[in-house]
């Protein structure tokens, strides 16, 4: 079965870039929603950003135009450039795709069927 697999995490201090990558291990040219999630230890896992069915990106509001979600390689793999980070995105970001109700909000966790292990961002002040 299809794996993602996260790379581009690390640590950066506050105002820096990071670009994570998630890259499918099948090639697919039906890939169906993608998104990037994250999660701090205690607290649940939240959305990021997301591309849905149509390929219309979908932001988490405190995203505030820092974070830019694409595709590359015929949508198998999914990138994500942040920019300005600060030590609130300290997180483990993970990436999903393949989502079974096109219908469904963008960071319904439930609704994807492949997830990565995911990759740490870590930011300083």
């Known amino acids: 079965h299809v794996q993602l697999a996260e790379s581009g995490g690390g640590s950066v201090q506050a105002g820096g870039s990071l670009r994570l990558s998630c890259a499918a291990s099948e090639y697919s040219t039906r890939r169906l929603c993608m998104a990037w999630f994250r999660q701090v230890p205690g607290k649940e896992r939240e959305g990021v950003a997301a591309l849905d069915w149509f390929g219309t990106p979908h932001y988490a509001g405190y995203v505030n135009s820092r974070f830019t979600i694409s595709t590359e390689d015929d949508k198998n793999n999914l990138v994500l450039e942040m920019n300005n980070l600060t030590p609130e995105d300290t997180a483990m970001y993970f990436c999903?795709?393949?989502?079974?109700?096109?219908?469904?909000?963008?960071?319904?966790?439930?609704?994807?069927?492949?997830w990565g292990q995911g990759t740490q961002v870590t930011v300083s002040s």
């Open positions: 999903a795709a393949d989502c079974h109700d096109v219908g469904a909000g963008p960071f319904v966790e439930s609704n994807y069927a492949i």
